[in-house]
Each structure stands twice: as structure tokens, then as C-alpha cells.
């Protein structure tokens, strides 16, 4: 009691400062609790119904935060940009950070690290009890519709106008827009004189043309997969890579996603179907062997010791064959023919699957116009803009949750 008495005394004297955060989600509430912390005034303007909503679903409702891999190399442009503020608040510093707040983490799947709980709403009820008892205050059902200086900041929303100190924009990107990131907000920065770039989908499901999908639906491959432009490779990844009704998924497609945007048509994904094939070459005489040795196997038998059996029909029918012919007729041709499928099959993109299914975006407010250290912006002083509004995108993997931190921490540490 006696702390607000002070707190509400400083802000009416002048003395304490007072930041409106536009947007609830992970940027705008690590920026919350940091200057709150620090003794500041926070006031939180959300347009949805509650903050936090989307991360309520991030790593499929278990929370991916971080890597141990961190480093700017993982996020796909702007590296110099992301990397001061991944060095000054690490995956590191995140964990201990979550740690002061009662969120404890555990490292899975290749370096990633998610809530012990391995729940996201255990996470944010955490972060929710930090606001309250912090101080925060939220106001939800509050869309922004413009921003405006003298002395000090008018926001003004469709239910009312609240006056700030500074304005921190963290309003997500376009990606996910039921759960409140439409990208409709970017036009509030426009209108002040900062440039917007390009905004589109990345970190979604690849679409493809194949009449096979609906029965290699559920099939996974682990192995390299590469996105192709006539004979060019535009990108590849490796991992784990999931067949579905309407093409595929797993984060190497999320990875390569946001190539498929600059290519009206002429893609294509080629993948080993065989697992964990790294060096095709030496798969291939491993395949000639077998094939000499085990000839008086039917390709049924043959195909069932090296790919999944879902596999087998869309082998021996773009092959033109019955899956009881045995080997020992079948031709050296017909086999390199079978080879090719094995090692490197190919399927035609028809695109990806959009915003609504996207994790992020591409594109977003022009880092130019932005201070790389601060995250104030050059065009209006103390105007701060953070996370994934900004023209940054990183790898499926925790990566972009870091970057809605690190951005965070900076531009609360700055004011």
C-alpha cells in the first residue's frame, strides 16, 4: 500500500515515468515487467479480448522460448541489426530472467528450450501474476488508431485516449491474425513517416501438386530437403519432415517457407525419401549393393527394410510396376529410374500456406528508421518499437521468441 501511495505521488509530481505499451503479447509484456520493475508507470493497450493469446499456442502449446544455439546466423536477414541485442540479453540471461519470475525451463529436441512445465499456459499465468503484482495495468478490447506528440504522447484508440511519457509499438507482425497480430497496426508507424517493408508469411506449411499426398498423409521423413528453381537450389534445411493432406511440414519446410513468396510459379521441393541420407553418392552404392545381393527379393519386400510402406505405392506406381515384381527383372535403367525416386524425389509447390497458418512474418517496420542499441525510433523521439512488428524473422526453434525478448529488454534498459 505504502509503495503505490509513493508510486502515485511521483506520477502525479512529475517524477516517475509513465509508458503506454501497444500490444500484449511476448515484446510488449518482458518490456512491461522490465520497466516495471525498474519503477515505472506501464500501462499495457491490447486490441484483443486478452493479452497473450498467442503465445498460448507457440511450440504447439509447449512453449519453445529459446536455443542454446543461439546466434544471429539464425535469423534469415538483418543479422548485424539482431545481433547487438542477442548479445546484450542471451538465451542465457532469458533463462535466468524467466527464473526470477517462477518459470523454469528444460532443454529438448536439439538445443531447445521450453517451460519444465513443457506448457505454455503455465507460462503465462506466470507472467500474468508478475503484471499484477508489478502493477500493470491492461487494457484489453483496445485498438489503436493513431499516435500523436506535443509534450507528451496522446494514443488514441477506439475507446479512448491515454497520455504517456513514451510509447513502446509491439504489436506483433501479420502472422496468426485471429490471435490478434493482423498487421493492421503497421499503418499507425506509416502515417508518422516510417517506411514499411513488404510483409509476408514465413515459418508455415509448404502446399504442393501431387496426387499422392492424401495417401502419404502422416508419413515422416528425416533427411535434407531442398526448394528448387528450374536447375537452382533458392534454399534447403534438414530435420524432420511430415506428409499431410495438402503437402508438407516439420521445420525444415517451415525454414524454407518464406522462399516460396518470391516465386509466383517453377518451384519445387526434392527430398531423400530414405531417412537421414546426407550423402547421396554413398546411399547410391549402398542401393546397388543391396540390389545384387538381395535380387530375388519382390520390391515390396526389398522397398519394406528402407522406407516407410506408405512409400511403396507411390514408388511402384510412378514406376508403372507391381509391388510383387521381383528384382531380378527388373532392368538397370528401371532400377536408376527407382534410384531417383529413393534419393531424390520431387513434388511441385503451389505455395505456402499463409498468414494464417504462419508463425511470423517477413518484412515489417524498416530497421533503418529504427536505433539498433536503444530500439528508439530516429523519426520520433521516444517512440520505442519492438519484436516482430520490426523487419526481422528468425528459424523455427525458439529463435524469434528470443528476438521479441532481447528487443524488449533493450528498449526497456534504454529509456
Known sequence: MLYNYIKDYLIESDLIMKVII?????????????????????????????????????GNGRCNLTNMELSSDKYFEKKEFVSNAIEKF????????????????????????YPITLKAQSVVKELLDELYDLGVEIFCNNSVISIEKENKFVVKTNECSYESDKVVFAVGGSSTPNLGSDGKSY????KLGHRITKIMPALTQIKLNSKYLKHLSGVKVVG????????????EDFGEILFTDYGVSGPPILNISRKVNFYKKGLKIKLSIINNVD???????ELYNRYYMLSHFDLDRWLSGIVDKKFIYYITDILGMKKETSLNIIDSSEFERLINILLESEFEVLGNRGFENSQVSVGGVATDDIDEKSFESKILDG????????DVDG??????????????MQAARSM
Not at 533463462?95 to 536439439?110: A, F, K, S
Not at 550423402?279 to 552404392?285: A, Q, V
Not at 528459424?395 to 524488449?408: K, L, P
Open 395 to 408: 528459424m523455427c526453434g525458439g529463435y524469434n521468441i528470443q528476438w521479441a525478448v532481447s528487443s524488449a
Open 224 to 235: 535434407n530437403v531442398k526448394l528448387i528453381n528450374g536447375k537452382n537450389v533458392v534454399e
Open 279 to 285: 550423402d547421396l553418392s554413398l546411399m547410391k552404392n
Open 383 to 390: 517512440l520505442y518499437v519492438i519484436g516482430e512488428v520490426l
Open 187 to 190: 499503418k499507425v508507424l506509416e
Open 22 to 58: 501497444i500490444g500484449g503479447g511476448i515484446s510488449g509484456v518482458f518490456c512491461a515487467i522490465e520497466l516495471a520493475r525498474r519503477g515505472n508507470k506501464v500501462v499495457i493497450l491490447e486490441k484483443k479480448d486478452r493479452i497473450l493469446k498467442k503465445m498460448l499456442v507457440t
Open 90 to 113: 542471451s538465451n542465457i540471461d532469458f533463462i535466468n530472467y524467466l527464473n526470477t519470475i517462477g518459470i523454469y525451463t528444460t532443454i529438448e529436441n536439439v538445443n531447445r528450450v
